[in-house]
């Protein structure tokens, strides 16, 4: 399942690309731990270990999929029959679903945004290593997220909270071509002297 060695390792992540068309099988066993142990690898100020990873799979996700829908419920009662249906389809049927929940610390001298910001920042691992065991991911979240009796059953209670949740599977088509924007859009070399402009902020204006 592994990228194939005659790739660098820096060409495989700039192949990997998020997508929902996931198809089983999902990763298993060690191979899942060795994914998520990627997470753990992330910056963490303080050393907080903020990375909670509920893994929902085989038939409990129709279950979490019911909560997940209630949750839209509650949180947009306004939201069409549609986009509620969407969301228990795909978390029904997705091979795998990683809750990101945030194990938050507001008393401590760590910013909680930097807290957060190492959740992220193991997501972005988790999602790589996916890709470089062959396996795929997306990572979702919305208003439904915040719901505190959603949080509860993934043994969040306040303060802690939920980053979203990653959809795991394997790719259905294996060529995933992304369009990506140019590096040199994105970069800037200061001089010393004056501000640095960026080519992207000038083609937004």
Not at 140 to 160: I, M, N, T, W, Y
Not at 162 to 182: H, I, M, S, Y
Request: contains cysteine; neutral net charge; charged residues 25%.
């Amino acid at each position: 399942m592994t990228q194939a060695s005659s790739v660098s390792p820096l060409e495989a992540l700039l192949g990997r690309s998020s997508t929902g068309d996931l198809v089983a099988p999902a990763p298993q066993g060690e191979v899942l731990a060795r994914i998520l142990s990627a997470g753990l690898r992330a910056p963490d100020h303080g050393h907080l270990y903020p990375w909670r990873y509920v893994v929902i799979a085989g038939e409990a996700r129709p279950a979490f999929a019911g909560h997940v829908v209630a949750a839209v419920g509650r949180q947009e009662p306004d939201a069409p029959e549609k986009k509620r249906e969407k969301r228990r389809r795909r978390f029904s049927e997705t091979p795998m679903i990683i809750a990101l929940g945030m194990h938050l610390r507001p008393e401590h001298k760590v910013p909680v945004m930097e807290q957060e910001m190492a959740v992220a920042a193991g997501a972005m691992n988790v999602l790589n290593a996916l890709h470089l065991e062959g396996f795929g991911g997306v990572w979702v979240s919305g208003k439904f997220c915040e719901d505190r009796s959603l949080l509860s059953q993934l043994g969040l209670e306040a303060p802690h909270r939920l980053a979203g949740f990653l959809l795991v599977g394997t790719p259905e088509t294996q060529d995933r071509p992304a369009k990506r924007p140019e590096i040199g859009d994105h970069m800037a070399f200061w001089n010393g002297q004056e501000p640095v402009a960026f080519r992207a902020d000038d083609r937004r204006h």
